[in-house]
């Protein structure tokens, strides 16, 4: 079973930032975060992970909670191609065992 | 570089028939996962390897199913029978597992749509 809760869906207007949220209290100390998304009919693609710290690339911010049970993906300038259905994941890294679960559908509106 | 690459894209057969599908990781990956998705179940993990070795197989449902990682660029998936619940699309994806647990993403393919009717 996925280690992780989140929302079925979201709405985000265009241009607005998009915050998803997610619920891991059960992650273990050395186990990251990982956010992927998967538009329509397409594989996952990886957007970011972090263990502890705030993470930040061109893609998407990370903010970790500091006893690390929850984490928000922050889109910060959502636009109509970010719509897709995002998936909060924790596991130990690359080469190990990663479930996912249902995610967030997220609808960015014009 | 090319990412994971699928083959074939679609595939479409008749119930019984063998079916295989084949995945190219990317080069350097040691880590490969093969993931079935379906609107019912979504997506499921089927079987991974680590340096060409299968480690956990306990998501491939039945028999008819058979992964082999002959060597580091190359995976196969074979369904024999197929049945009609097979229909799915089947995803690749490939990872580096690093002993210093730096946290690397996983890397997917475009993805088999499989078809069996």
């Known amino acids: 079973d996925a280690k992780t809760t989140q929302p079925p869906s979201m709405d985000c207007a265009e241009g607005r930032a998009a915050n998803l949220p997610c619920n891991h209290s059960?992650?273990?100390?050395?186990?990251?975060v990982y956010w992927y998304r998967q538009i329509h009919s397409q594989g996952p693609q990886y957007i970011i992970h972090g263990l502890k710290n705030n993470e930040t690339n061109e893609m998407a911010s990370l903010i970790i909670t500091e006893d690390r049970k929850s984490s928000t993906l922050i889109l910060p300038h959502a636009t109509l191609r970010d719509t897709a259905v995002y998936y909060c994941i924790v596991n130990l890294g690359g080469g190990f065992k990663t479930i996912f679960g249902a995610g967030t559908r997220l609808f960015v509106k014009a | 570089d090319a990412g994971v690459i699928q083959s074939p894209r679609h595939e479409v057969t008749e119930m019984g028939q063998e079916v295989t599908l084949r995945c190219k990781p990317i080069?350097?990956?040691?880590?490969l996962f093969w993931y079935r998705q379906t609107m019912m179940r979504g997506l499921e993990l089927l079987i991974y390897?680590?340096?060409?070795?299968?480690?956990?197989d306990s998501g491939m449902p039945e028999d008819r199913f058979s992964a082999k990682m002959p060597n580091a660029s190359f995976s196969t998936l074979k369904i024999q029978p197929s049945e009609p619940r097979d229909s799915a699309v089947y995803f690749c994806?490939?990872?580096?597992?690093?002993?210093?647990?730096?946290?690397?993403?996983?890397?997917f393919g475009s993805g088999t749509r499989l078809t069996v009717v």
């Open positions: 994806a490939s990872s580096l597992m690093d002993r210093r647990a730096l946290g690397y993403g996983y890397t």
């Open positions: 390897f680590n340096n060409n070795v299968p480690i956990d």
């Open positions: 059960t992650i273990s100390g050395n186990e990251y």
């Open positions: 080069s350097g990956h040691n880590s």
